[in-house]
């Protein structure tokens, strides 16, 4: 299952394309490729890339891979003194870019590997998607779905002042949406008033619908819907269809890449911070996950309660029993514990339920009975889009065949509202909350490391804290600006 297949739509019938690295070097000449942009993520999730010449693009650099990597300069990659990589063409990642219109430019996703024959780099995220796939198919089933859901904001402009933290620091975020705006000429929306408004109001439907072109006819990602988030200032979601886990990555790693561009195309700036605007909602990644097995979901069951598999139940418990240690890689940023706070729509609460969204899993219920099996999943809420989906897919992966290995089972869902609930409430059912900082959060993950271990090495582990710990560590440091408003005059 290596590598993302591009999706085509054929008289309404959903098709997956792969592509041979024969038909690449073909497509390359009849498009008149002059140049190919070989992309990598690294281990916290930036997008690289380094762009070659595509007369001097062979098939044995395609097969052997190319030489074109300093490791050390990658964040959570290698060491200086041994830093050679290389870098692996997928040919089933192929797309020409379509905003490079001098000079016809294709992308291919990369693999890593260590340079003299030493095999797989045990840091590449895609790498580990990968074998997350293939221990899958050692616990019995044939593949996994994944539909993440990747929120974000497209902005006018943003300032900050950061670089000399002692003198003072500062943002500015303009957004002819937002109710700070003094353009006068717009329909400004409130403060968490900004679900699927009509126009004028939502300023950004050509900008997604643009979006949504490129994804389906350049880069085979099959989008459904698009629509305003719930934040004011230009918060947006594109709808992206599921796939096996290492495409589904590849494919939240493309979208980022898609919406970043096409937002520079239309004058604006987008972000994946988790929580760029004080007091609004957050940006998150909802990730929809189900397993499957000769080709039937083992996530349903039409006989049992909400028609949820023993199976899918015990899953849902090892992602319920691992969700605090979780946190570390699916809200991998300070900022990810802005949104995670109570009062605006984030999944604090550890619990699980059908169609309630105050749980942290939900278990969507639009349609049932047997003709609707395949739509059967959990939706883990917690991820935020500043995370690395090839990371947040293996570990919620790893969390749920603990609790199929260990028969974890979740508990009764809960019905009510949970932020309507006291503590002692909340006490009383068992529901506990997600980390409040990044530093909890990696201390989860320092004492509750073992369920990752047969995808993530300790190697992989320890660089994700020590990174985290950094950043944490850079933020503990420096005063916020509202702590002198709440505290100077002490």
């Not at 290596?2 to 394309?17: D, F, M, S, W």
């Not at 044939?142 to 500062?170: A, I």
């Not at 403060?191 to 004028?200: I, K, R």
């Not at 946190?327 to 605006?344: D, E, F, K, Q, W």
Request: proline fraction near 6%.
């Amino acid at each position: 299952m290596k590598g993302n297949l591009p999706y085509k739509v054929i008289h309404g019938e959903t098709t997956q394309v792969k592509y041979s690295a024969d038909e690449i070097f073909a497509k390359i000449k009849h498009e008149n490729i002059r140049f190919i942009d070989l992309q990598f993520s690294s281990l916290v999730g930036r997008y690289h890339h380094t762009t070659i010449s595509a007369a001097t693009f062979t098939p044995e650099q395609m097969k052997d891979g190319l030489p074109k990597l300093d490791g050390s300069s990658i964040v959570g990659f290698t060491s200086v003194d041994d830093s050679d990589l290389v870098l692996k063409p997928d040919p089933n990642t192929f797309a020409i870019i379509p905003w490079v219109t001098e000079k016809k430019t294709a992308r291919l996703i990369c693999d890593i590997y260590w340079g003299r024959g030493r095999g797989r780099l045990e840091r590449d995220p895609r790498g580990i998607a990968q074998k997350a796939e293939e221990y899958l198919k050692t616990q019995g089933f044939d593949f996994s779905y994944w539909g993440p859901e990747v929120e974000f904001f497209v902005f006018d402009k943003v300032h900050w002042d950061v670089l000399t933290p002692y003198k003072g620091q500062s943002y500015s975020i303009e957004s002819k949406e937002a109710p700070w705006s003094q353009e006068g000429t717009g329909y400004p929306m409130g403060l968490q008033e900004g679900y699927y408004p009509s126009s004028p109001s939502d300023t950004l439907t050509e900008f997604r619908n643009e979006c949504v072109d490129m994804l389906n006819e350049h880069f085979g990602i099959l989008c459904d819907n698009h629509h305003h988030e719930v934040a004011t200032a230009g918060q947006c979601e594109i709808d992206i269809k599921y796939d096996y886990l290492t495409n589904a990555a590849d494919g939240a790693q493309t979208y980022k890449y898609v919406v970043r561009n096409v937002a520079q195309k239309f004058g604006k700036v987008a972000t994946m911070m988790p929580k760029p605007i004080s007091m609004d909602a957050g940006s998150g990644m909802h990730t929809n996950v189900s397993l499957w097995k000769d080709n039937k979901n083992a996530f349903f069951d039409k006989d049992a309660k909400d028609e949820i598999s023993q199976i899918g139940r015990y899953f849902c418990g090892g992602i319920l029993n691992h969700a605090r240690a979780l946190c570390a890689i699916t809200n991998p940023t300070t900022n990810s514990y802005h949104r995670l706070v109570p009062g605006y729509e984030a999944p604090v609460y550890i619990a699980w339920s059908p169609s309630n969204r105050s749980a942290a899993i939900r278990v969507p219920e639009h349609f049932r009975g047997e003709k609707y099996a395949y739509l059967k999943r959990f939706e883990y809420r917690a991820p935020d889009p500043s995370s690395n989906p090839y990371l947040v897919f293996s570990a919620v992966l790893a969390a749920g065949l603990d609790g199929i290995k260990k028969k974890m089972d979740p508990g009764d869902p809960v019905l009510e509202n949970i932020y309507h609930m006291t503590k002692e409430e909340r006490v009383k059912r068992g529901i506990k909350t997600v980390p409040a900082t990044l530093g909890e959060a990696l201390d989860e993950l320092e004492s509750d490391r073992k369920f990752l271990n047969p995808i993530f090495s300790n190697d992989v582990i320890d660089k994700i804290i020590e990174l985290g710990r950094k950043d944490h560590r850079e933020i503990s440091i420096r005063p916020h600006p509202h702590e002198f408003y709440l505290y100077f005059d002490v």
